[in-house]
C-alpha cells in the first residue's frame, strides 16, 4: 500500500463514522429515543467485546500451541482449533453484546440483522487484506469494521421495528408509545335526541390504555 493508502483509509472509516452520526440523530428525531449518544456507546461495547474475544482466543490458542526453537530463535503457534472456535464465536458475541447494550439503552432492533451487519463487517478486512496484504490497514479495518457493521444493523432494525410499531387497524389506531405502553383507538358513538325531533349521531375515538 502506498504513502496515502492508510489517510485514505483514516477518511473512509471517519465518512462512515460521520453518516452513521447523521442517521443515528435522524432516528433519534423520528423513531424515539435511541440515538446518536446511544449508537456510539453500543459500538464501543461492541467493539471492546470483539477485541477481548480476540485477545483470550490468542492467550488461550498460544498456551495450548506448539513451540519450536532452534539456535536462533523460538516459534510458538497458537492451536489452530482454538482459533476456529474463537473467531467462528466472534460475531456471535459481538452481535449479543450490540444488540443487548442497545435494548437496554432503549433501542427496539433485531438480533439477525445485527447479526448480518456483524459478519458483513467482518469481510471488509478480509477484503483488504487479499487485495493488498497490508497488515496495518488490515488490523485497522478488523478492529473498527464487525463493531460497526454490526450496530448500523441494528439501527436499521430498530428503525423498521418502530415504524412497525404504529399500525392502522379497523378498529381504529394501535400505537406502541416509548414507554412500553398499548393505547388502542376505538370509535365511540353518541346518540342524542334533537328539539324538533329525530336522532343526532356524533362519533369520535376513545382513547384505550394498557
Same mark, same amino acid.
Given at each position: 500500500m502506498s504513502r496515502r493508502g492508510p489517510a485514505r483509509l483514516a477518511v473512509a472509516i471517519a465518512a462512515l463514522a460521520l453518516s452513521f452520526a447523521a442517521s443515528g440523530r435522524t432516528t433519534a428525531a423520528t423513531h424515539g429515543?435511541?440515538?446518536?449518544? %446511544?449508537?456510539?456507546?453500543?459500538?464501543?461495547?461492541?467493539?471492546?467485546?470483539?477485541?477481548?474475544?480476540? #485477545? @483470550?482466543?490468542?492467550?488461550?490458542?498460544?498456551?495450548?500451541? %506448539? %513451540?519450536?526453537?532452534?539456535? %536462533? =530463535?523460538?516459534?510458538?503457534?497458537? $492451536?489452530?482449533?482454538?482459533?476456529? /472456535?474463537?473467531f467462528s464465536a466472534a460475531p456471535f458475541l459481538v452481535s449479543a453484546t450490540i444488540k443487548g447494550v442497545a435494548d437496554g439503552l432503549g433501542g427496539r432492533g433485531e438480533l439477525l440483522p445485527t447479526l448480518a451487519g456483524t459478519v458483513g463487517g467482518a469481510l471488509v478486512p478480509l477484503s483488504v487484506w487479499l487485495a493488498t496484504e497490508d497488515e496495518d490497514a488490515t488490523l485497522i479495518t478488523a478492529l473498527v469494521f464487525p463493531a460497526l457493521g454490526g450496530t448500523? *444493523?441494528?439501527? @436499521?432494525? $430498530?428503525? #423498521?421495528? =418502530? +415504524? +412497525? !410499531?404504529? !399500525? +392502522?387497524?379497523? !378498529?381504529?389506531? @394501535?400505537?406502541?408509545?416509548?414507554?412500553?405502553? &398499548?393505547?388502542?383507538?376505538?370509535?365511540? /358513538?353518541? /346518540? =342524542?335526541?334533537?328539539?324538533? *325531533?329525530? &336522532?343526532? /349521531? #356524533?362519533?369520535?375515538?376513545?382513547? @384505550?390504555?394498557?
Open positions: 429515543s435511541y440515538g446518536v449518544g %446511544d449508537g456510539i456507546v453500543t459500538f464501543l461495547a461492541g467493539d471492546g467485546t470483539l477485541v477481548l474475544v480476540e #485477545a @483470550l482466543t490468542f492467550l488461550v490458542g498460544i498456551e495450548l500451541g %506448539d %513451540d519450536s526453537c532452534d539456535s %536462533d =530463535a523460538c516459534t510458538i503457534e497458537p $492451536h489452530p482449533a482454538v482459533l476456529v /472456535v474463537g448500523l *444493523g441494528y439501527v @436499521l432494525s $430498530h428503525v #423498521a421495528a =418502530a +415504524d +412497525d !410499531a404504529t !399500525a +392502522d387497524v379497523s !378498529a381504529g389506531a @394501535l400505537l406502541l408509545g416509548r414507554g412500553g405502553d &398499548l393505547s388502542l383507538g376505538v370509535p365511540g /358513538v353518541g /346518540v =342524542a335526541p334533537e328539539p324538533g *325531533g329525530g &336522532l343526532s /349521531v #356524533a362519533m369520535s375515538l376513545v382513547d @384505550l390504555r394498557f
